[in-house]
């Protein structure tokens, strides 16, 4: 028992000491990107929802609780996945968009916003928050007035928007705030779940072919997690188990149809490099087998939350005394531990990430 308890400790460790090495720059002051771009939802929100009329705000304690800066508005007790990768190139964390207020940023714009996905209603019941088309109508602003205004030569903002890492994490809304949500929307009388993911692909495909026509070349594109296995959903929706599988199956329609969709894009879009961050697998196992990754609890959220487990963290209130051992931090988003194991499994080798690695998509 004793080898045994050690030999996972050991495990544990060895794992923190590769996340330490992987998410390094190379060299501290010398980024191996100019910038990087974010698109998605509350899972790499780091403070756009701040400024906007809505339920989905994350700009308050505990929130933060582990971030540097506090509660910034980002969903989490500290680094996002998007973090970690900024982290790894040498950058500083790009500033919410609707954090700029007309100012000018070089190293990149997040343009991400909780509550919202995919589709324009998904999301809305919440209040304000900016869809996927609107993020990119923001980002073609940045583009064609801030990038214009301050690098001037048509060539260097062309090389580099084709240097810079463009981050897509999105998806899983249309599922929490619309599909699912029967008594709001009447969507899955209207589709059968795999009718849905192909909408719902069909209309990502379009956005990224935006994003490249605007310059974008390299693009990381994450699967939607294992839905079927969230705090909120698991005590919403009857179910027997410790995830709802026949959930997760209808994420998974979205997730199988990702692959042909990037070698259909890299086919198409000349100069293009398209990464799938295949991590809805590495986390339904986090979650089902907690104990290989060092953690002790995955059913119930690390903060206090609202209405029995199924909303945000309550204002102020304190979180649990070993908020790394929790895979949820609130019933809806992962802890800043978990968020660190998807992001080494993009950045130490294609086990995550496919066909490359973010090393080596930085490289090309």
Known sequence: MRMAMASQVMTFWSMVFLHLIVVSPILANSPLAPAMYVFGDSLVDNGNNNYLPTFAKANFLPYGDAFPKGSTGRFTNGKTVADFIADYLGLPYPPPYMSLNGQKSLIGVNYASGSCGILPESGARLGKCLDLKEQINL???????????????????????SKSIFIFSTGSNDYINNYLDKEHFNT???????TFAEILVENLSLHIERVYNLGARKIIMFEIGPVGCIPSVLRNLTHKGDCIEEVNQMVTYFNERLPPLVKNLTSRLPGSNIVLGRDHSLGYDVIKNPSKYGLTEARHPCCTTWANETSGCIPLSKPCPHPTKHVFWDAFHLTETVYSIIASGCLKNGSICTPVSIPELVKM
């Not at 899955?188 to 795999?194: A, F, R």
Request: aromatic share 6%; net charge neutral.
């Open 139 to 161: 980002f073609e602003m940045t583009v064609k007035m801030n990038l214009v205004i301050e690098i001037e030569n048509p060539t260097q903002i062309s090389n580099h928007l």
């Open 188 to 194: 899955s009388k209207l589709y059968q779940p795999k």
